[in-house]
């Protein structure tokens, strides 16, 4: 198991690194934790360091937001939080989405547990404290 401790708000841009150094090949990342936990602030983070140029912002109501890397690489950010049942995911074309060369980060995937393709890269983002979170995959 890996752990990534975030130290605060000022310590977000060195866990992004250290976490995107360490994920390997996965392109379907998954990110557990509950309301507030960070899920929204760490994707951004990434994807500042995937020199995203879009403002990045959770796709709650949209369901997916596409970015791209300076590189022209497509990041896939869903939110699946107000889905109410698995056809709202399959609707949006969710395995053209994990088939594609784009990265996908997933946030509230336990909505849609049983869509994800068993080489789902899972984070667990745990609040230590106001300021401190850890991440565990």
């Given amino acids: 198991m890996t752990?990534?401790?975030i130290n605060g708000a000022g310590?977000?841009?060195r866990a992004a690194k250290v976490f995107l150094s360490k994920i390997g090949n996965h392109?379907?990342?998954a990110f557990y934790?509950?309301?507030g936990?960070?899920?929204t602030t760490f994707i951004t983070a990434l994807c500042k360091m995937l020199r995203v140029k879009d403002i990045v912002t959770s796709p709650t109501f949209t369901i997916v937001n596409e970015y791209r890397t300076q590189a022209g690489r497509p990041i896939y950010h869903f939110d699946f939080y107000r889905i109410?049942?698995?056809s709202e995911a399959m609707d949006i074309g969710l395995y053209e989405y994990f088939d594609s060369d784009g990265l996908c980060l997933i946030e509230w995937p336990e909505m849609i547990e049983e869509l994800l393709p068993e080489e789902t890269l899972k984070i667990s983002i745990l609040v230590d404290d106001?300021?401190?979170r850890t991440l565990l995959f």
């Fill in 27 to 29: 392109s379907i990342i």
């Fill in 11 to 13: 310590d977000l841009e």
């Fill in 3 to 5: 752990e990534i401790i």
């Fill in 84 to 86: 109410n049942k698995l």
């Fill in 33 to 35: 934790g509950s309301m």
């Fill in 130 to 132: 106001v300021d401190t």
């Fill in 37 to 39: 936990a960070g899920k």
